[in-house]
């Protein structure tokens, strides 16, 4: 080979080997996908303070050292244990001056209602607060007790958290934003809302992948709908509001330990409205957003502080077109109130049981003992409520979906029913209806059907597990979009057993075997022995778990008394099953 060939050669395999990291970087951003960078989470304990003084009230105010942590962050808040703090408040910086003070809610009027499973039930902690760019943070805090192991939870969610992340997501960007160009010559086009929804940026747009739900959501009912803000220490763009979505989900899952991001949509300064909470946007999904009322109503949260000045024209015009539709759904109406019951809560203005009526269009202060939306929000509220009852919606038709029975069998199949109707009662025949059930993350379609000349449509569904189902009608022009109430289908596993040997008839003190098995597979069975008196009264005599493997088991007992015996397998119930068991088993022991 020739010295020039050799070189160029050698040129050309260098290049690629410095290339190479650079594709592998930047391979995640091929994709129409918006391009979310990995989330950084971290936590420091707080530092000591630098000083502190006592107010007439006994209150000792604290102010904090400055807190310079490793990583750049864009969101932080606040947990601890021991007394509650009557005041909080952070400033943050960047690489210029310190930001305004900014006043933080504290424990917890945004939370679970009382006797839900989510929640840290020995922390308390204050709202996130956007930071921006930070790099620095102080904060000053005022109690009346000890508090302590103080932390600060910081998440970044820009992919700026180191020199290397900030690279990265850099070179990420540039190049999702070319194949982003490239793949909308090609016809791929946004999704454009349907029967009367405005236009939602759903869970998959702003990287809740990356925030998964601890549990399958609950559902409840819908009779108001709360107004909240979030909590900003800095100003944010268009391209930030996504990451402060994540952000405040993260915080929400991870730091308070909520199933998932407390509120059920989010609305930014912008006009853009986010999908908050799983479960399904046109259903009832209880949030995490109003303690006491969160069954009762949807909630829908502000990005930034409204405490002085009020929401942007875009904002109010985006919340009005999403009340009007999230409410119609639950024939709710824009203006005049209800009456709801109070579950409590350590900052619910009223004790639980207490009957409280609230606007249909209410502020979280309405319910809890808080300022959030903040003064200049909460004097928007009676603009609000005019402008949602002058949104006009395509009318709803109606829609029910009725199961034969409410349990079956594992291997069987669920018979059910559905049927369409017009807003004036007519069937509506021929209009496709997705059957969906309820997954980690929301709503499922697992049949597509249309409806017959009667506006109805039979159909059996095969379940593995219990499953939420319903049927949905996604509109059409004219005509709005509609689901039907949630049936709830619970699975009995098919449990299996049999006696080795297969003879009925035992001496004392003889062993048995018994095999069998169980589907969908569980990891732990249990094997109940039971002896029947000359009455017929059954007595039990041994209740043993036993280890699965792959759905089966195999256990040997010992028969110390004469007499006549039942013998069976069962499973207990879990959060995926019913309860099941085997048909009994006879066995004469002599």
């Known amino acids: ?91 943050v910086r960047g690489g210029g001056s310190w930001g305004h003070w900014t006043r933080v809610p504290v424990d917890p009027d945004h939370a679970p ?10 922390w308390r902690a204050s709202d996130p607060v956007w ?14 007790g000890r508090i302590r192991d103080l932390r600060l939870h910081f998440i970044n969610t820009k992919g700026t958290a180191t020199a290397l992340d900030r690279l990265r997501t850099k070179l990420r960007g540039a190049v999702h934003g070319a194949f982003g160009t490239v793949a909308s010559l090609f016809g791929a086009r946004a999704a454009s809302a349907a029967g009367g929804a405005p236009p939602i940026v759903g869970r998959d747009a702003w990287g809740a992948s990356k925030c998964p739900p601890r549990a399958i959501p609950s559902y409840g009912t819908v009779k108001l709908a709360f107004i909240h803000h979030t909590v900003s220490a800095n100003d944010y763009g268009p391209g930030d509001s996504a990451a402060m979505v994540l ?120 319910g809890d003992a808080t300022s959030c939306p903040g003064d200049g929000l909460y004097a928007q509220l009676p603009r609000l409520r005019e402008m ?78 219990t499953h939420a189902v319903r049927a949905r009608f996604a509109g059409e022009p004219g005509l709005g979009s509609a689901q039907s109430s949630p049936v709830l289908v619970g699975v009995r596993p098919l449990v299996q057993a049999k006696l080795e040997p297969s003879a009925a008839s035992l001496a004392r003190g003889q062993r048995i075997t018994v095999a069998g098995a169980v589907r969908p597979h569980k990891s732990s069975i249990l094997l109940v022995v039971e002896r029947v008196t000359g009455t017929g009264r059954s007595v039990r005599v041994a209740r043993r778990a036993l280890r699965a493997r792959g759905g089966q088991v195999r256990a040997r007992f010992r028969f110390e008394r004469s007499g006549s015996y039942s013998v069976r397998l069962a499973v207990k119930p879990d959060r995926r099953n019913l309860s099941g068991r085997s048909p009994r088993l006879s066995v004469k022991v002599r």
């Not at 304990?45 to 105010?61: D, I, K, L, Y």
Request: overall charge positive.
């Open 388 to 465: 949602t009852s002058q949104v006009i919606l395509p009318p709803a038709p109606k829609l029910s979906l009725g199961a034969d029975s409410t349990r079956v069998t594992f291997g069987t199949k669920a018979g059910l029913r559905a049927a369409l109707a017009g807003p004036d009662g007519a069937p509506l025949p021929g209009r496709p209806l997705g059957l969906q059930v309820l997954g980690r993350t929301g709503w499922n379609t697992l049949q597509s059907l249309s409806t017959d000349a009667g506006g109805s449509l039979s159909t059996r569904l095969r379940l593995a597990y």
């Open 113 to 122: 209602d009382l006797g839900s499973h989510e929640g840290r039930r020995d």
């Open 247 to 366: 952000g405040i989900c993260l915080y929400h899952r991870n730091s308070n330990g909520w199933n998932d991001i407390g509120y059920n949509f989010l609305v930014d300064k912008y006009g853009t409205i986010f999908e908050g909470r799983a479960g399904g946007v046109d259903a009832a999904v209880v949030g995490a957003q109003a303690q006491g009322y969160n069954a009762q109503s949807t909630g829908i949260s502000n990005l930034g502080t409204f405490s002085t000045t009020g929401q942007t024209e875009a904002g109010l015009q985006a919340m009005a077109r999403l009340l009007a539709w999230k409410l119609s759904i639950h024939g709710v109406s824009p203006t005049g109130t209800t009456t709801v019951t109070s579950t409590g809560g350590a900052l619910n203005r009223y004790p639980a049981g207490t009957q409280v009526t609230l606007q249909h269009i209410s502020g979280h202060r309405d």
């Open 131 to 144: 930071a921006g760019e930070a790099r620095e943070l102080q904060y000053r805090t005022a109690t009346r």
């Open 1 to 91: 080979m020739k010295a020039g060939s050799i070189r160029r050669t050698i040129l050309l395999v260098g290049a690629a080997l410095a290339i190479a990291p650079v594709l592998v970087s930047a391979a995640p951003a091929l994709s129409t996908k918006p391009y979310v960078p990995d989330p950084v989470e971290f936590e420091l304990a707080a530092p000591s303070p630098a000083g502190g003084t006592a107010s007439a009230s006994g209150a000792r105010t604290v102010l904090s050292r400055v807190v310079r942590p490793s990583k750049r962050f864009n969101l932080v808040g606040l947990r601890w244990r021991g007394a509650p703090i009557s005041a909080l408040s952070v400033r």
